[in-house]
């Protein structure tokens, strides 16, 4: 019996996983919505480091705004994205001391 719920739960789960791999290759988006889906993945981001961002010193949260200003800079001149953490990372620890 535990072995036909745990069959049972699997299916449960893969099939709704596996039903969109084949179905969305197929169907044809208007430009839009491409460009709404494309911007899911950045709001999702920005979503799960803005709070943190605001956070880094709690009685001065303006120590990481400004370290997320010079994360939003150096990946905007292109630098690699470990020399952007890094540079970061540096800028809240000199303003943090």
């Known amino acids: 019996m535990i072995f036909l719920i745990i069959i049972g739960m699997s ?37 799960l480091i803005f709070p943190g961002i605001m956070t880094v010193t709690p009685e001065r949260p303006y120590i990481g705004l400004i370290g997320g200003l010079v994360a939003i800079g150096l990946a905007y001149i292109g630098l690699n994205v470990i020399l952007v953490v890094i540079g970061s990372i540096i800028t809240v620890f000199l303003l943090s001391m």
Do not use: C, Q, S
């Open 11 to 47: 299916l449960a789960t893969m099939i709704p996983r596996i039903i969109p791999a084949f179905v969305v290759d197929k169907l044809e988006f208007r430009d839009w919505i491409n460009r709404w889906l494309n911007a899911i993945p950045y709001a999702a981001l920005g979503a």
